[in-house]
């Protein structure tokens, strides 16, 4: 095994930052000029559309919620929008307790290491900027794919992308979108972080995966003990 890909909210990020979405949504929608409740349940129905592009960028995005809502929003109602949207993603991006730790740690032994995300434009904009970046090797953004998890030509793309075979890879991740069942479907062998010790995160995740991998974690520091026993843990 040669490389970890990772699964980027409720994995690397805290899982417990994920019940502050809303909030920040409702903030969004202010600024749009649209009401909180409408806006966050059109955000519910445009998942699949919103992270792989349909709607172009954020300002297009929030252009299409607002019309959906009922509403045509002004040129400065869009720009404060797109900026109340960006600023409340970035308290999403907070690591988990300990996880650049471990991500040092595998790349010190020499792992290769991956990012494959469900994900709207506001991450692959910022990604550059954000404190995962200089210990990721390749990343893999729904938004700028076109297609999200669990098609297996994401998890081919990151592999790719690292340089390495699919089957070289460990996929870790809390199990949202079915992502595990992509993992194996691509030769990937999957990890699941329970997140044990976030009560309540579960119900954050968008289509859990109902496929169990027989390999479970409860917090990454766990990854340690996977790459030194290899596929045997």
């Known amino acids: 095994m040669r490389a970890v890909v990772f699964d980027f909210f409720g994995t690397l990020t805290d899982p417990g930052?994920?019940?502050?979405?809303?909030?920040?949504?409702?903030?969004t929608a202010a600024a749009l000029g649209v009401p909180a409740d409408p806006f966050w349940q059109v955000m519910r129905e445009t998942f699949t559309e919103r992270i792989t592009g349909?709607?172009?960028?954020?300002?297009?995005?929030?252009?299409m919620i607002a019309e959906r809502c009922g509403t045509e929003p002004t040129a400065a109602q869009l720009d404060a929008a797109v900026e109340a949207h960006h600023a409340g993603a970035v308290p999403l991006w907070r690591p988990r307790p300990g996880a650049?730790?471990?991500?040092?740690g595998l790349r010190a032994?020499?792992?290769?290491?991956?990012?494959?995300?469900?994900?709207?434009?506001?991450?692959?904009?910022?990604?550059?900027?954000?404190?995962?970046?200089?210990?990721?090797?390749a990343t893999v953004f729904?938004?700028?794919?076109g297609a999200r998890k669990p098609d297996p030509?994401?998890?081919?793309?990151?592999?790719?992308?690292?340089?390495?075979?699919?089957a070289e890879c460990w996929y870790v991740g809390d199990g949202g979108s079915r992502e595990h069942q992509g993992a194996l479907?691509?030769?990937?062998?999957?990890?699941?972080?329970?997140?044990?010790?976030?009560?309540?995160?579960?119900?954050?995740?968008?289509?859990?995966?109902?496929?169990?991998?027989?390999?479970?974690?409860?917090?990454?520091?766990?990854?340690y003990a996977l790459t030194v026993q290899g596929v045997d843990m």
């Open 17 to 27: 930052v994920e019940a502050g979405r809303r909030g920040a949504a409702a903030v």
């Open 54 to 63: 349909v709607h172009g960028d954020t300002r297009g995005m929030l252009r």
């Open 100 to 104: 650049l730790d471990v991500l040092a």
């Open 109 to 137: 032994r020499g792992l290769r290491l991956g990012v494959l995300s469900d994900c709207g434009a506001e991450l692959c904009q910022g990604w550059p900027s954000t404190v995962y970046a200089p210990y990721i090797d």
């Open 142 to 145: 729904s938004w700028q794919e």
């Open 153 to 166: 030509r994401l998890y081919a793309t990151a592999a790719r992308r690292l340089g390495v075979a699919a």
């Open 185 to 223: 479907a691509a030769g990937m062998r999957p990890v699941l972080v329970t997140n044990a010790g976030y009560p309540g995160a579960a119900r954050h995740r968008d289509d859990p995966d109902p496929f169990i991998p027989p390999i479970t974690i409860e917090d990454l520091p766990e990854l």
